[in-house]
């Protein structure tokens, strides 16, 4: 479940946790690369997010930027970038699949 509402989630402090703070790094270096918007740097997204989601070690404020960053990726590259007409629709799909992941429960 990805929060969206970030308001007195003391995401500031999670950092103190040095797990937490080494996802949060983990994403910036990613960050790093959003100019491409590539699927290269989608899957980087995925695999941090996987591995938070199996760890336990990021803060919503991370968990949530990270899922923005594969948001990014689609609807400023990978769907853009596409030529094929029928394969940019299945890159809409997938895009509509990760927003919903997101977006399917709000807090």
Do not use: W
Request: net charge neutral.
């Amino acid at each position: 479940k990805t929060r969206i509402d970030l308001r007195n989630t003391g995401f500031k402090k999670a950092i103190d946790n040095p797990k937490i703070a080494n996802f949060r790094d983990k994403i910036k270096k990613i960050s790093k690369e959003l100019s491409k918007a590539t699927v290269d740097v989608d899957f980087k997204f995925r695999e941090l997010i996987e591995y938070g989601e199996k760890t336990g070690f990021y803060s919503d404020y991370d968990y949530l930027y990270a899922h923005y960053g594969r948001v990014y990726c689609y609807t400023h590259g990978i769907v853009l970038h596409e030529k094929d007409e029928l394969k940019q629709i299945d890159k809409m799909l997938e895009f509509e699949e990760i927003f919903r992941e997101i977006y399917g429960g709000l807090s």
